[in-house]
């Protein structure tokens, strides 16, 4: 039996954060370590105990989250964060990411995304929802990038047009739309598309752009 993901929970809203914790102690691979009502109290915990997984609140009084975000990533680097707010704006979702998040949440998400949440940042680092992607999206498609060059995975060399062919995927565009700005056919997109997920061990769009992200084959 593996052992259980540790988890630690920053807000300051006590219902919430209480109906939080009540909910996933129904779940027996997670362990809750501490909780915290500010930004200090995180701080202090994580001097003598590291959860796998931090739930954080951004607006909390005495230190907010993103200050916490920002020493996290400085100090305590295997502390992996799913931000959990209410605001979910595409550039506010975008600073937080380039600042360390691994995920983001609405605090009006339903329990079973918050554990999809935390198994899936546990095991693979990132979790990105529609939301983030498409804010993502957006985001990579609004950035003139340089060309791409010939980046070796793990084992794996990626030509240049596959790597074209992944950052167009990172932008949400389908086979047809990549086809036609690549002046390519729909059917060589689709060769690149799963020579792509067979080569990253990914089973769809999404799971391909968090590997991208992960091994910084775009940028945020």
């Known amino acids: 039996m593996k052992a259980p993901i540790r988890i630690a929970i920053a807000e300051d809203h006590v219902l919430f954060r209480q109906g939080l914790i009540a909910l996933l102690k129904d779940y027996k691979d997670i362990e809750i370590l501490f ?8 701080m202090e915990h994580l001097k003598l105990e590291r959860p796998h997984i931090l739930l ?5 009084p005495v230190m907010n989250g993103d200050v916490v975000l920002s020493k996290i990533k400085q100090r305590y680097r295997s502390v992996k964060v799913i931000v959990v707010s209410q605001h979910a704006r595409d550039v506010y979702m975008m600073e937080l990411i380039k600042k360390g998040a691994r995920a983001f949440l609405s605090k009006y998400s339903d329990i079973e995304k918050i554990v999809e949440a935390i198994r899936e ?9 529609a939301a983030v992607s498409e ?19 793990p084992g794996v060399k990626l030509s240049e047009r596959e790597l074209q062919v992944l950052e167009l995927i990172c932008r949400g565009q389908s086979s047809s739309e990549i086809a036609e700005q690549l002046c390519i056919s729909k059917k060589t997109v689709d060769n690149h598309r799963f020579n792509l997920m ?22 945020v």
């Open 56 to 60: 954080l609140d951004i607006e909390m």
């Open 121 to 129: 940042v546990h095991e693979s680092g990132y979790y990105l929802e």
């Open 198 to 219: 067979k080569r990253t061990k990914t089973k769809n769009a999404q799971a391909l752009t968090n590997y991208a992200l992960r091994h910084q084959l775009v940028k």
């Open 135 to 153: 804010a993502m999206a957006k985001f990579i498609s609004n950035k003139s990038a340089p060309a791409p060059e010939i980046i070796e995975f």
């Open 35 to 42: 909780e915290a009502n500010n930004g200090r109290e995180v």
